[in-house]
Structures are given as C-alpha cells and as structure tokens.
C-alpha cells in the first residue's frame, strides 16, 4: 500500500500603529496539502485571513481630565478549505469538502461606573456556507455586557 502525505503553510500578518491609538492587524494562514492513498490522491486546500481595525474616541461630555474614551475594535475573518479527491484512472478530482464561513463584528467598550465597571456592547453577523452540500446559515447576534472584577468587591 503506498501511502504519503505532503502539506505546506504560509502565515503572513502585518501591524500597523498609528497616532491617537489607531492599529491594524492582519494575518493570513494558507495551507496546501496533497495526500496519496493506494493511487488516490486527496487535495487540500484552507485559507483564513483575518483583519482588526481598533481606536478611540474621548467622550464629547464631562471634562477633559474626567471624560471616558470609547474603545472601538472591528474584525472580519473569512475561512475556506476545500478538498477533493482524484481517483485511480479518473481525470477530474471529485469535490468532498468545500466549507467557507466568514464573520464581521464591531465591539464598543468604555468604563460607565469610574474605572469600576467597564460596558460592552458587540454586534456580529456570521455567514456559514457548506458548498458541498449546497447549504447554508447565518446569524445576527447583538451582545450587551457589564464586566466589573471580582478584586473590587472586597473579601475575595
């Protein structure tokens, strides 16, 4: 039985910092692989990237030393692999997996109670394709959270 299995990465990314806390980062995974079983061959391919865009804004109410700033963070993420499989004496590789899913969401953080408790709120829409398979989902979801740390309560 003859049996191998080849496979190469890439994961490139990048950071960008700009005045006033402005960054961006991205990165990417690229990955090929080839796999061989008693004369059929299997190919993979997977590619993710992702970016984040983040920043700042002072609150335009209360004083210049006492206003709060607005953290805000996006983020997209798009991942795909597909694989198929060339059978022995056949001429075109035959689609097993072709899956993608990608994501954009925006989080808005800033302190509401002094530095005590920290709010955030995050919108996010996901959309997952199973090509395949000829389906697909999605989902809207909107998160409103209140973090404080456990240290502040005293006792603990």
């Not at 808005?108 to 398979?133: I, K, N, P, W």
């Not at 973090?147 to 309560?153: I, K, V």
Request: charged residues 20%; aromatic residues 8%.
């Amino acid at each position: 039985a003859l049996v191998s299995n080849n496979s190469t990465g890439w994961r490139p990314g990048v950071a960008i910092y700009l005045r006033n806390g402005v960054t961006f980062n991205g990165n990417a995974t690229l990955d090929r692989g080839e796999a061989v079983n008693n004369g059929n061959r299997t190919e993979r391919n997977s590619d993710r990237f992702d970016v984040t865009v983040s920043w700042q804004l002072r609150m335009p109410w209360g004083s210049r030393q006492s206003s709060k700033y607005l953290r805000t963070t996006v983020f997209a993420t798009t991942f795909r692999q597909q694989e198929c499989m060339l059978r022995v004496g056949e001429s075109t590789c035959a689609p097993i997996l072709d899956i993608q899913r990608s994501e954009v969401s925006a989080t808005m953080r800033s302190s509401v109670v002094g530095d005590l408790v920290d709010a955030a709120f995050t919108l996010q829409y996901v959309l997952s394709e199973y090509r395949h398979l000829d389906r697909a989902t999605s989902t809207i979801s909107a998160n409103l959270r209140f973090e404080m740390p456990l240290s502040t309560l005293g006792g603990f």
